[in-house]
C-alpha cells in the first residue's frame, strides 16, 4: 500500500491546485455572489474567524531527527469505541447543492470513498434517506439542530429516520439555536433557507412529520404553500435558545446509539458534558460564524481536554486549513478533526472529485507532516504536546 503522498504524486492531473490556500480564491470564482457570501462569510466583524487561524500559528511543531520508524506513520485514532483509519471526518453543513447541483451527495459519496466519516446536517439539501443512499457502505453520523420541546415529535422521527437510514451517532449542534450576525448574507438579502427553489429545506420537507404537522396547521400540502412551508421548517430548526442541559436526557432516550454535543467553548461546559453523560465533544465556535469577537477554538483545546479529555471523546474544529493544522490540533489532544470550508471549496470546485481532491490533500500533507517530523504516529502516545513548542511566550 502506497503512502496517501506517493498516490498524489500519481495524479495524473491534479482536478485543482494542491495548495489549500488557493482553494479559497479559486471557490469563489466558481460561486455566486450569494453562495460566496454564505460560505466565506463569518460573524460580524470576522475577528472569531481571524482568531482561529491566527491561534495555529502560535505553536510551532518540533522535528525530531534519526527517529527510527517501521515507516510511514499509523495514522488512525479511536473514537466513540472504535478505530478509524483517519483522524478526520467531514463536518456538517446545509444546504450544498447551492455549491454544486449533487451537494451533499457529491460530498458523502466522496467521504465513503476515502474511508471518512461523514456528518450529515439537519440543514441538507438532500434528505437523510438520499444522503444514505450516496454514502453507501461509509460510516455516517447525523448532526441535529434541535427543534424546541413542543416538537419533539419531529425532533423523534428525524432521530428514527437517521438511525434507520445507518447514521451510527448524533452530533447535536449547540452554537445555532438562531443564525448569527452575518453582513455578507445581510448585504446580499440572502437567507439560503428561504430560496424560491426551496434547496434549502429539502431535507425538511421530506419529514413525515413535519408534513402532517404542517396539513393539520393550515389545512393545505406543503407544495401548495412553499414559502410559508420554508418559513416554518427553519423556525423549527432554528428555534431560538429553548433547551437546558436536562432536556440532554430527552435525546438520550430517543438516541439508541453515541451523543456528541458540538459547539463547546469553555471547561464549564465541557464538565457539564461530562456531568450529563454524553459520549463526547466538540471543541468547535462554528467557524467563526455565531459569536463575533470569541475566543479561538484551538486556544480552548488544552484546557478543555486536560478538564475532560480522559472522560469523553475530543473532537475539533474551526479553522483548520492544512495537514499541519490538523497534527497540531491532534498534539493538543483532539482525537479527530471535523473539515469544514475546504472541503466546500472542493464541491464547488469539482463535486465529488474535488471534495475527495482536499481530503486526500489534507490526509497526504498530514502524513507527510507527521513522517517529516518524525512522529511515529497520530495516536497520543506519539503525537501530544512534547511536539509542539509555544512560539508567542
Ligand atoms: C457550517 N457549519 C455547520 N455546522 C452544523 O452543525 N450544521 C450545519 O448545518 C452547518 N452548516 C454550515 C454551513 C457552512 C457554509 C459552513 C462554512 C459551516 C459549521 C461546520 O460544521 C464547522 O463547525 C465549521 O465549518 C468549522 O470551521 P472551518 O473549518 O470552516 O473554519
Known sequence: EKSIYQKGLQYERPPFSFHPEQWEPAAEQRMSADARGYVVGNAGTGET???????????????????????????????????????????????????????????????????????????????????????????????????????????????????????????????????????????????????????????????????????????????????????????????????????????????????????????EDAKMCVEVGVDGIVVSNHGGRQVDGGVSSLGMLPRIVDAVGDKLDVFFDSGIRAGADIAKAMALGAKMCLIGRPYIYGLALGGEGGVSHVLKSLLGDFELTLHLAGIESASPEHLNRDVLIREDQ
Open 49 to 267: 474567524g481571524r482568531k482561529n487561524r491566527e491561534a495555529f500559528k502560535k505553536w510551532s511543531i518540533l522535528p525530531k531527527r534519526l527517529v527510527t520508524t517501521k515507516g510511514l506513520p499509523d495514522l488512525s485514532t479511536k473514537v466513540l469505541g472504535q478505530r478509524f483509519p483517519f483522524p478526520i471526518c467531514v463536518a456538517p453543513v446545509g444546504v450544498q447543492c447551492i455549491f454544486n447541483p449533487d451537494g451533499e451527495r457529491a460530498s458523502a459519496a466522496a467521504a465513503a470513498r476515502d474511508g471518512v466519516p461523514y456528518i450529515m446536517s439537519t440543514a441538507s439539501s438532500t434528505s437523510i434517506e438520499d444522503v444514505a443512499k450516496a454514502n453507501g457502505d461509509g460510516v455516517r453520523w447525523f448532526q441535529l439542530y434541535w427543534p424546541s420541546r413542543e416538537n419533539d415529535d419531529i425532533t423523534i422521527s428525524l432521530l428514527s429516520r437517521a438511525k434507520e437510514a445507518g447514521f451510527s451517532a448524533l452530533f447535536v449542534t449547540l452554537d445555532t439555536y438562531i443564525l448569527g450576525w452575518r453582513p455578507s448574507d445581510m448585504d446580499n438579502g440572502y437567507n439560503p433557507f428561504l430560496r424560491s427553489d426551496n434547496i434549502g429545506v429539502a431535507a425538511g420537507f421530506s419529514d413525515p412529520v413535519f408534513r402532517s404537522r404542517f396539513k393539520e396547521k393550515h389545512g393545505t400540502e406543503i407544495e401548495d404553500d412553499l414559502h410559508s412551508a420554508a418559513t416554518e421548517w427553519t423556525g423549527t430548526i432554528f428555534p431560538g435558545l429553548s433547551h437546558g442541559w436536562d432536556d440532554i436526557q430527552f435525546l438520550k432516550k430517543h438516541w439508541d446509539g453515541p451523543i456528541i454535543l458540538k459547539g463547546i467553548q469553555t471547561v
